[in-house]
């Protein structure tokens, strides 16, 4: 290796740089963000674990001691499958369910599950069909 003083220009090794730090941040910042809001929508099968079993059942025939109690429906029967509508599935969801007297039989979920954690529970549902 011969040295470049002598003929006017200086040697210096290549420079790597990294990124500036406002780009690190904005890089993290949505990062975070996303695993945020992954983190926030939670797994169908979690959410009927944590919401939905304790009356209908891991099996969704509703033959828990809640679920008997309060008469739920099997919806693992085609029949019960038929007459039920999406529409209405989300309604009672999210509002809940009351009896003809105004006593709650099942309660509301709109504060705690989103829009479409609501909807991916509706296509669980559907799924137990038999």
Not at 76 to 86: F, N, R
Request: aromatic residues 6%.
């Amino acid at each position: 290796m011969h040295s470049q003083m002598g003929h006017g220009l200086a040697y210096s090794r290549p420079r790597f740089h990294s990124m500036k730090p406002t780009t690190k941040l904005l890089l993290s910042a949505l990062a975070f963000a996303a695993g945020a809001a992954l983190a926030a929508a939670a797994p169908v099968a979690e959410n009927w674990e944590n919401h939905c079993a304790k009356c209908h059942g891991a099996d969704g025939k509703g033959q828990t001691k809640v679920g008997k109690k309060l008469q739920a429906k099997d919806y693992t029967d085609a029949k019960v499958q038929a007459e039920m509508k999406d529409a209405d599935m989300i309604k009672a969801t999210l509002e809940g369910v009351f009896d003809k007297a105004g006593k709650e039989r099942m309660k509301a979920y709109k504060d705690e599950l989103s829009a479409d954690e609501v909807k991916a529970l509706v296509a669980y549902i559907r799924k137990f069909k038999a």
